[in-house]
């Protein structure tokens, strides 16, 4: 009889798939790669920014969380210019561009093994007060190259927090 329910109960229990279909996404410049969740959204932009949209937590959710991609070249890149001076530039623009600028922390690590510096903050855009975002940003010198890897979530909301990081590491430079 125990087996009996033990079954039913087994039978009863809504299908849950422990694996996620994932896709690849080749830059078309040819920058770099990346592995995204079939349910995430990808789109390129203007200026051949590479975006991936979560899709939504709830009925609720107002913000769908993005990881967005942006590769410029200089010469200069990783030459003249290196990490340590860009990261007190970017704060001071951010504090301009955000009200209630707040920086949670900077960090320096190795991404696709080479130096890469990361930068965790929250804040209001000036035009819109309605929610705060906590954003993660990547950047990285590499063939005179700086890539740039944004990670924009509604402050609060982790729900997709897992993901992203898998996308972020997931991002292989060409």
């Known amino acids: ?12 229990l809504p299908l849950v798939s422990f694996g996620q ?16 969740p079939s349910n995430w959204v990808n789109k390129v932009k203007q200026g051949n920014r590479v975006f991936f949209t979560s899709p939504a937590s709830d009925k609720a ?28 530039v970017v704060i001071s623009g951010l504090k301009k561009e955000l009200d209630d600028f707040k920086e949670e922390s900077t960090r320096y690590f190795k991404w696709n093994n080479v ?32 890539y740039v890897l944004t990670f924009i979530a509604a402050d609060g ?8 990081h898998k996308i972020m590491n997931s991002i292989l430079f060409k």
């Open 1 to 12: 009889m125990k087996k009996y329910l033990a079954y039913l109960l087994l039978c009863s």
């Open 21 to 36: 279909d994932w896709k690849t996404f080749t830059d078309t410049a040819g920058f770099f790669t990346a592995e995204y």
């Open 61 to 88: 959710d107002k913000f769908l969380e993005n990881i967005n991609i942006s590769v410029t070249e200089n010469e200069t890149y990783g030459t003249e210019l290196k990490l340590a001076d860009l990261m007190p």
């Open 115 to 146: 130096d890469a510096g990361e930068l965790v903050y929250t804040g209001l855009n000036k035009l819109d007060h309605s929610f705060r975002v906590r954003s993660t940003q990547w950047y990285c010198f590499y063939k005179k190259r700086l």
């Open 157 to 164: 909301n982790t729900s997709h927090d897992k993901t992203a």
